[in-house]
Every structure is written in C-alpha cells, then in structure tokens.
C-alpha cells in the first residue's frame, strides 16, 4: 500500500508542471534581456595581506542576456557582464598606512546560461536561471596619489592573471508585463548581482 500511495505522488508530481502551464502563453522563442544587478560577484575579495577594498559607492553590473527558447518551459542562451569597479589601495608611506592610489578596474564576463520558466501565465512568468560555467576578464588603470613615495604594483602582471572564473545562480525571478514586454526582478548569486532589475523584449514569432 505505501508503494502505491509513493507512486501516486511522483505521478502527481510530475504532472503539476503540465497542468499548470496546460492552458498558459507560450514565450518568444527569441528573449532578449537588460539588466542592473546590486552587490554581484565581481565586486568582492578576498586576498590576504593586501590592503585592497571596495568603495561603497560601487555601480553594480550592467548586463545583457540572449535567451532562445526550445520549449515553453526550457530555454539557452548567453549573459554578458560588464562591472565597473572602484577600490582604494592603501599603502605604508612615512611609517603609516595612508591612501595611495585609486584603482579602476572593469570587469567584463560571458557567461553561457540555462533558464527555466517553471510557470507561464498570460502576465505572470515565474523563472530559475543557471550558468555555472562563466569566463570573466578584468582590466585595470590606477591614479597615484604619492608617485614619489610609493611606487604600486599592478595585482595584473599577466593577461592570463586578468582570466578568472564567472557564474550565476537564480533560484527565483519574476517577470510581469506581456508575451512580448516585461519588466523582471531577480534575486541571486552571481556576477548578475544579489538582486537585480530590468526588461525583457521578445522577437515576433515567425507565424
């Protein structure tokens, strides 16, 4: 009895998707996205002894996504990134840790994602995104403060030490507009932010 009472409930399981998208709007099968995203990936380190940190006034990442639909619920694409960075060096200067210089440092990621639109209503769109596979380059200016007191080295002396790992998790996501227009608000990990906000504009289906 309690084998059939389990197989009843993954049967149930299974079927709940198809019902609830039973009798919903298909999306776009070309999706394309503009996002801003708070407090992403990018933003953070962590690299023992060296006075490095992130300022509070940082602008976040700026992104942009293609998605192609392959079903109503499945779709892939790819996510750029783009994380304009400011950090304060300090330094020792005369015995003490003063400001030394100010670095600007961009960082640009590609990311290739999978998106699931686990619930499609006629307004409602209710979404999870992956892309644990992401390549990000960084490019770095400083400003010296003290250039005859302090000479700064560049954390960057290579192009393969500008290479670094990208990813993105989004357990949940939200879009309310139309088939073809949205707004969205996303809550995750990644280089796309914490939380982030945008639009999302879908091509015309060929008929």
Aim: glycine share 10%; proline share 5%; with cysteine.
């Amino acid at each position: 009895m309690k084998i059939k009472l389990i197989l009843l409930g993954l049967l149930v399981a299974l079927a709940m998707p198809a019902f609830a998208q039973r009798d919903t709007i298909r999306s776009n099968k070309n999706e394309f996205s503009y996002g801003y995203g708070h407090m992403p990936a990018s933003s953070f380190r962590f690299r023992p002894g060296c006075r490095i940190y992130p300022e509070t006034d940082n602008i976040g990442a700026i992104y942009v996504t293609y998605t192609r639909r392959l079903t109503k619920v499945v779709g892939i694409g790819i996510t750029a990134c783009i994380d304009p960075i400011h950090l304060d060096y300090n330094g020792m200067v005369n015995g003490e840790y003063s400001p030394v210089c100010k670095v600007r440092e961009n960082s640009i990621a590609i990311l290739p994602h999978l998106k699931i639109n686990w619930l499609n209503t006629k307004y409602v769109n209710l979404y999870s995104k992956v892309a644990p596979l992401g390549v990000r380059y960084c490019t770095y200016n400083q400003k010296e403060f003290f250039p005859d007191l302090y000479e700064v080295t560049s954390p960057f002396d290579s192009f393969s030490d500008r290479i670094g790992y990208a990813y993105q998790f989004t357990p949940i996501g939200v879009e309310v507009g139309t088939k073809r227009c949205a707004g969205f608000l996303q809550v995750g990990m990644g280089m796309e932010g914490m939380i982030s906000i945008g639009f999302r504009y879908g091509l015309k289906d060929k008929e």
